[in-house]
Antibody, heavy 129, light 107 residues
Framework: QVQLRESGPGLVKPSETLSLTCTVS??????????WSWIRQPPGKGLEYIAY???????FYNPSLNSRGTISLDTANNQFSVKLNSVTAADTAVYYC?????????????????????WGQGILVSVSS | EIVLTQSPATLSLSPGERATLSCRAS??????LAWYQQKPGQAPRLLIY???RRATGITDKFSGSGSETDFTLTISRLEPEDFAVYYC?????????FGGGTNVEMK
């Protein structure tokens, strides 16, 4: 049973750095079939990805974050993390760590950036002084 | 950035009825589209990927169709546990995007 669990502070002050860690169980982050992502959801709003990373090292950030984010994998502890610096109230959200999975299309082509099949329960992070 | 527009924003239906949700992409995403269900206080749950493939453990009550720019999620007969918000998401481009969601509420 694959499980992801977010951990980190629930309150961060404006202009400081938000740091979250995701602990993965039931699967190894050392995998070429999956990729690891952080997605957030402001209260009452929709979903937005922050960043995602493949074990190969390929990394993608949402341009809307203006280069404030950093994602990393910790293979020794089977965890992955995200840092978001210079936070403002607009960064208040539930943050989810998520696994994405590749798959073979009907053409036989392997698409490695598939849908998000396992989600953590989410952690609410509020930005306030 | 590919914009996904979901309609309607709210769908009011009764248990037993059929729900048809739409997701339109601002440019082609091929079949690289997923659907998620989210209930209050819970994380989203993957229902459909590849536009029409059901995720593991998802009942055939849920079906997806479409390609390129127009996609549909159909819930054949609504049960009380199906009332939730549904999101579509494209993963065709590296800049992943989600639709704004459709709230399926009980009439």
């Amino acid at each position: 049973q694959v499980q992801l669990r977010e951990s980190g502070p629930g309150l961060v002050k404006p202009s400081e750095t938000l740091s979250l860690t995701c602990t993965v169980s039931g699967d190894s982050i050392i995998s070429y079939d999956h990729y690891w992502s952080w997605i957030r959801q402001p209260p009452g709003k929709g979903l937005e990805y922050i960043a995602y990373m493949f074990y190969s090292g390929r990394t993608f950030y949402n341009p809307s974050l203006n280069s404030r984010g950093t994602i990393s994998l910790d293979t020794a502890n089977n965890q992955f993390s995200v840092k978001l610096n210079s936070v403002t109230a607009a960064d208040t959200a539930v943050y989810y760590c998520v696994r994405g999975t590749g798959y073979y299309e009907s053409s036989g082509h392997y698409f490695d950036r598939g849908a998000f099949d396992y989600w953590g329960q989410g952690i609410l992070v509020s930005v306030s002084s | 950035e590919i914009v996904l527009t979901q309609s309607p924003a709210t769908l009011s239906l009764s248990p037993g009825e059929r729900a048809t949700l739409s997701c339109r992409a601002s440019q082609s995403v091929s079949s690289h589209l997923a659907w998620y269900q989210q209930k209050p206080g819970q994380a989203p749950r993957l229902l459909i990927y590849g536009a029409s493939r059901r995720a593991t453990g998802i009942t055939d009550k849920f079906s997806g169709s479409g390609s390129e720019t127009d996609f549909t999620l159909t819930i054949s007969r609504l049960e009380p546990e199906d009332f939730a918000v549904y999101y579509c998401q494209q993963y065709d481009t590296s800049l992943l995007t989600f639709g704004g969601g459709t709230n399926v509420e009980m009439k």
